[in-house]
């Protein structure tokens, strides 16, 4: 039996083939590109990786690197998929005693809505290596002739996969597409129907959530603010942030810019862009059809209802002034014990666990820690 997988890594293609055979196989790679229809033939030399539990027994590990093209905005002809082909000797391996389900780099790029619609649109369809398909999302984002809601799709899924990886040089890298999608955001009114991954204005909010996640674990807390507060701008007169999926990131947004207010004793302002979302979305609750989905009734509106929940308190002590309470000593005062329940319950940490869309990320969990608790002080 011969396994063989494929991975991308800065820049270079990693191969691995493991088989029982004495001698390495031969491999050949094709590389298709887009533009033409055409593929470029290189074979590949496998050098043998000696592994301590390595006997007469076991299968041998071969591994081959090849530097690939910089998915660069510039570039004519994109890398679209790489495919293989392995012969021993003169005779070519037949599939069915290959093992290629750990091959991730057939599809390199995303052309179109239906390529889209199959190795994008859902989290389990896309591919599991995390650099790999930070590769093909950059790949696409890139591509000036893609459909520019797919182009920000993928870019947004390039963003999240590089701040759970550490990545912060490749997105200091490419921050500049945030510009360029953004001033394009007129276009993107005229779609207001289809799948999440069609409408406009969710494509909108979906770059704009990315933004802010990208500027706290960069540390640009300013930026995050604005991030914030645009899409809260955006959903203040906007009916469809109070619906799903919308309300997911509004939600998220909302409650982490009153929380940073919170913590640091600061009013909102006036007029407050937050004060009625809560009513608002109590209302739709009491609403919604008695035949709702289980599934989206408690993995979707109930977390958004907490978020709100969570906010409506804030709000409310922010706009009660409690620390003129504090001051006075008021240690009866209603008022007072529930700014201590919420001083005790409300932390960074709570925050970060239901109101961000990342996972498995050190270095922006201490981020959004700092930011949390300095970014009203260096905005003053």
């Not at 052309?111 to 389990?124: C, E, L």
Request: some cysteine; overall charge negative; glycine content about 4%.
């Amino acid at each position: 039996m011969t396994k063989i997988e494929a991975v991308i890594r800065d820049l270079v293609l990693v191969v691995e083939v493991t088989t029982n055979e004495l001698q390495a196989p031969e491999l050949a790679l094709a590389f298709a590109y887009t533009g033409t229809d055409d593929t470029d033939i290189k074979p590949v030399k496998l050098a043998r990786v000696v592994r301590d539990s390595d006997d007469a027994a076991d299968m041998r590990l071969y591994r081959a690197r090849v530097p690939l093209p910089s998915p660069e905005a510039s570039a004519i002809h994109r890398l679209r998929g790489i495919t293989f082909r392995i012969t021993d000797g003169e005779t070519t391996v037949v599939s069915d005693k290959i093992d290629a389900t750990g091959w991730q780099v057939t599809c390199l790029h995303v052309p179109d809505r239906k390529v889209f619609n199959q190795v994008m649109r859902y989290i389990y369809q896309r591919i599991e290596d995390a650099e790999t398909l930070m590769y093909v999302s950059l790949n696409t984002a890139q591509d000036k002739t893609v459909d520019l809601r797919i182009r920000i799709t993928c870019f947004v899924v390039f963003c999240y996969r590089a701040i759970e990886l550490g990545r912060h040089d490749v997105l200091e890298d490419r921050l500049g597409l945030f510009d360029e999608f953004e001033a394009r955001f007129d276009e993107l009114g005229q779609f207001t129907s289809g799948s999440v991954r069609e409408v406009g204005e969710q494509v909108i909010l979906s770059l704009l959530s990315v933004k802010w996640h990208t500027f706290i674990v960069l540390r640009r807390f300013d930026q995050t603010l604005l991030a914030l507060r645009q899409i809260l701008e955006r959903g203040r007169d906007n009916p469809q942030y109070y619906q799903l999926p919308f309300a997911t990131n509004y939600a998220n947004a909302a409650s982490l810019l009153t929380f940073v207010h919170f913590i640091a004793d600061r009013p909102l302002g006036t007029p407050n862009p937050v004060q009625d979302m809560y009513v608002q979305f109590r209302s739709i609750m009491a609403g919604l059809p008695q035949d709702i989905p289980p599934y989206e009734y408690l993995f979707e509106f109930v977390p958004v209802m907490e978020r709100m929940t969570i906010l409506a308190d804030m709000d409310w002590l922010l706009r009660n002034d409690t620390q003129a309470l504090l001051k006075q000593e008021a240690v009866d005062s209603k008022a007072l014990r529930r700014k201590k329940f919420a001083c005790e319950k409300y932390t960074s940490e709570f925050m970060r666990k239901r109101c961000t869309r990342v996972t498995r990320a050190p270095e922006f969990d201490v981020a959004f820690v700092e930011f949390c608790t300095t970014a009203l002080a260096q905005d003053a």
